[in-house]
């Protein structure tokens, strides 16, 4: 159940101890009793997972524990965890499958996967090392208390609540002392230069005047309708709970650190370095990409997608007549002023802009759309240098919080403006704003699919929808359309940098040098995306291997098909059942394919 190693990620190990368990404990069981005792089952898991978990409760807009944050850090949360996914597993391995069919059959297939790989996954400490620069529970946090994320600060009790998890926040921040300090003893510790990243995120929240405080934010945006006392009540409790706990919290981690944990940490940079680490990589390539693919094989893929895409950007260069090699090409396109914008506000309208477009073209493609509406943000400055290039937030499904396309505008000279139509596509329309919504929307089917993931899906299918640019009308200028070349690229490139970096000793230079030979990258994003690889390892693949096999599954339904494939009807298949295995997708596709023969 481990969805989160902090707050909200998946965690990670090999299947084997799982897939010994003997399913001889199913018993034959009538249909409808079968299915019955599994919706059961996976909405009595949802509800549990929800309580254990009440940040995750929060982002789906369920707040019914917004008044408290998990320590998911500490030794009880963890046994408890992991008892719930033991109890889960052996519940649903009772239940004969092959009495199931349709939805049922995919909802305990889901199930059975995710409990099988979470259950696995608590052979790895990932609980040692807690905190990293691209995703920390104090990153997280502080998005959490700005007012400009999932927890509401709409009424008098919104308040209250937030105020009870700054209290929690302080114990977790604590936990994960005292967690670095167990990994320094055992030799599992970050890398030097993530953690000198780190430690500018942490300070930019010391400060001494709270009122300047990003926490103090929702007390200037109060509410109207509160009322005088209340308005004074918690202002005076949020100056006080800034001063005495938030930031001193953040003083504590920083000074933690900067003076005793820095000396403690590794100038490697692949995981296969750390106590068992090549095993643990070998999980997290299973668990990221849903497939049995090894490290190996993944960065052959990624060598040979390299070198394809590199020919069809020579094809660009041909187009524009351009004069040079790939390089000057790249080198060009990096440095000529008529392809970036002055501003990052420029840069944000820029996107906001693409919205009706892209809505319209969109529908001889698509006919199912989210209800569900989105709006484009900067990413907050504080996080901004580390941050990717673009992400997506969900919204909630009764559409009282939108969902959310960060772009970064950090260095706006290395954001050009040819990136942009990709971009746009993969984070927002038809990308993960058209799957996260439409699956969280989805009526029928269970909350754990609903409101779950997986990351081969969500990213392949947003790196899908990079692809689908000229079947929408987009791409006309052949440099947007070089944009998505080099998008694609980036994730062969992943391919071959993350497996270099976790499976075959590759340095942080090494990953770099790469990067600037095959890529139109600028400094400042090849090193926040290096960085990245090094911090979740394995993440990085699940955008190509998804993407390629949901390429296969259109290609192979085309050619079986013919005359009779419906894209259509295809991207209705493929979001109306929400996100899964790409296995499982691949199971539902080739049924489809032979209801329609």
Same mark, same amino acid.
């Given at each position: ?6 707050? +909200?990620?998946?965690? $990670? ?60 850090? @500490? ?13 889960? +597993? ?9 009495? +199931? ?12 996967? @995710? ?11 990932? /609980? ?22 999932? /927890? ?17 926040? @302080?114990?977790? &921040? ?31 929240? $010391? ?5 300047? @405080? ?23 409790? %949020? ?14 981690? /920083? ?24 095993? %643990?990589?070998?999980?997290? !390539? ?16 990624? +060598? ?53 477009? &892209? ?21 907050? *400055? ?49 990308? /993960? ?63 071959? !940098? ?28 090849? &090193? ?8 979740? *390892? ?50 539902? !596709? ?8």
């Amino acid at each position: 159940m481990r969805y989160f190693p902090a707050v +909200l990620a998946f965690a $990670i190990l090999s299947l084997a101890a799982c897939e010994q368990r003997p399913v001889a404990e199913a018993v034959t069981q009538p249909a409808e009793q079968a299915a019955a005792e599994l919706n059961t089952l996976v909405e009595e898991y949802f509800d549990k997972l929800l309580e254990l978990n009440p940040l995750y409760a929060t982002a789906i807009g369920d707040y019914r524990y917004n008044d408290r944050l998990a320590n998911t850090l @500490s030794p009880g949360y963890l046994a408890q965890s992991e008892a719930l996914d033991r109890e889960y +597993l052996e519940r649903v391995l009772a239940i004969d499958a092959e009495a +199931l069919t349709g939805q049922d059959r995919l909802t305990y297939d889901t199930f059975r996967w @995710s409990r099988e790989m979470d259950v696995a996954g608590y052979r790895f400490p990932a /609980h040692l090392q807690p905190i990293n620069q691209f995703y920390s529970i104090t990153n997280t946090f502080v998005q959490l208390g700005s007012g400009a994320n999932v /927890h509401p600060f709409k009424t008098v009790k919104d308040y209250d609540d937030f105020l009870t998890r700054v209290d929690d926040f @302080s114990v977790i &921040v604590d936990q994960a002392i005292g967690n670095m300090r167990q990994g320094a003893e055992q030799g599992i510790v970050q890398p030097t230069v993530l953690m000198e990243k780190v430690l500018p995120q942490l300070e930019s929240q $010391i400060v001494d005047d709270v009122e300047s @405080s990003m926490f103090y934010t929702p007390v200037k945006n109060m509410p109207e309708e509160f009322s005088a006392a209340d308005r004074e009540r918690l202002a005076a409790a %949020w100056r006080e709970s800034i001063g005495t706990k938030i930031v001193p919290a953040y003083r504590r981690l /920083h000074n933690f650190i900067g003076d005793d944990y820095l000396g403690a940490t590794r100038q490697s940079v692949g995981i296969s370095e750390l106590p068992d680490g090549e095993a %643990w990589y070998a999980y997290l !390539v299973r668990q990221r990409t849903t497939t049995d693919l090894t490290p190996a094989e993944i960065h052959q893929i990624g +060598l040979d997608e390299v070198a394809r895409i590199h020919g069809e950007m020579r094809g660009v260069m041909n187009e524009v007549g351009f004069e040079g090699d790939l390089q000057d090409f790249f080198e060009y396109l990096n440095t000529d002023e008529r392809f970036y914008f002055d501003t990052p506000e420029e840069l944000i309208q820029g996107y906001r802009d693409m919205t009706d477009q &892209v809505t319209e073209r969109t529908r001889k493609l698509f006919d199912v759309a989210p209800k569900t509406g989105f709006e484009v943000r900067a990413v907050e *400055p504080y996080r901004e240098k580390s941050a990717s290039g673009g992400s997506y937030q969900r919204g909630t499904p009764d559409g009282t919080r939108p969902g959310v396309f960060y772009a970064n505008t950090y260095d706006i000279k290395a954001r050009p403006k040819w990136a942009m139509e990709s971009l746009f596509l993969h984070e927002a329309i038809p990308g /993960h704003y058209f799957q996260i919504e439409i699956q969280q929307e989805l009526e029928g089917v269970p909350r754990f699919r609903r409101f779950g993931g997986y990351t081969a899906f969500t990213e392949g299918w947003g790196l899908y929808a990079e692809s689908l640019g000229k079947e929408l009308g987009m791409y006309t200028d052949p440099y947007q359309y070089f944009g998505a070349l080099n998008a694609e690229l980036w994730r062969a490139i992943r391919l071959v !940098v993350d497996t270099g970096l976790h499976s075959k000793g590759w340095s942080r230079q090494d990953v770099l040098d790469y990067m600037y030979a095959n890529s139109a990258v600028k400094e400042a994003r090849a &090193v926040s995306e290096a960085e990245r690889y090094m911090a979740i *390892p394995g993440q990085a693949l699940a955008y190509k291997i998804g993407q390629l096999k949901i390429r296969e599954l259109r290609t192979r339904a085309e050619e079986k098909l013919g005359d009779r494939f419906d894209v259509v009807a295809f991207h209705r298949l493929v979001l109306s059942q929400g996100s899964m295995p790409l296995t499982l997708l691949e199971q539902r !596709v080739d049924r489809w394919i032979a209801e329609q023969a």
